[in-house]
């Protein structure tokens, strides 16, 4: 989901990336000392994500994890995919510098959906808590799959084929992510508690 610099136009690249911005700058704000650590943890679990491919086709996709992300960290999942994304762009040239703050956006933004579904997850039981816990990996990277799809559709016509061929190739990470996520909150739940309920709203 690394959108390439020189792909989008000028007014949707600068409206994208000062939302990127201004949402990471609070992110920043949000975090306090006991923070850092699990941001750090998180941002480099998105960093490796990308590096476990499912195969779609001729063509394969990346996990994405913004979910998880998001559900431990909540606004503060700016900040650590930001760091991320920083690194897969001089490490790996993923993405670019100038198209980040759209790139951070297309991401993080979903990653709040994470943190309210995960947050309701862990407020039931039974069925309920497993089927949110599933959504809370699986709705953000269909809304940040949607996203992107919205992103570079609004940079031209020429860019419509690309997003609608984007959108269906994260079909499957969608439903992938929805069972990482599901089995291993259940997990974190038994073994390690508080590592899911110290987060920053707390």
């Not at 690194?87 to 979903?110: E, R």
């Not at 291993?184 to 709203?201: A, I, W």
């Amino acid at each position: 989901m690394h959108i390439s610099e020189g792909v989008l136009s000028v007014p949707v690249l600068v409206a994208t990336g000062t939302a990127g911005a201004v949402l990471t700058v609070y992110g920043f704000y949000r975090m306090k000392a006991d923070m850092m650590a699990r941001t750090a943890l998180m941002s480099s679990l998105f960093f490796v994500g990308s590096f476990i491919h499912i195969p779609v086709g001729p063509a394969s996709v990346h996990l994405v994890l913004n979910g998880l992300v998001g559900a431990v960290l909540g606004f503060c999942a700016f900040p650590a995919i930001l760091i991320a994304l920083v690194l897969q762009a001089i490490l790996f040239q993923f993405g670019g510098f100038t198209t980040l703050g759209t790139n951070v956006l297309v991401m993080a933004l979903p990653a709040l959906a994470g943190y309210f579904l995960f947050v309701l997850g862990s407020k039931s039981s039974g069925r309920m808590r497993w089927l949110l816990y599933y959504l809370t990996g699986a709705v953000p990277v269909l809304l940040s799959a949607a996203l992107l799809s919205a992103v570079l559709a609004f940079s031209g016509s020429r860019l419509y084929d690309t997003a609608k061929a984007i959108f269906l190739m994260n079909i499957p990470v969608v439903v992938t992510e929805g069972l990482v996520s599901m089995y291993l909150f259940n997990f974190l739940n038994k073994v390690y508690p508080d590592f899911l309920s110290k987060n920053h709203e707390n």
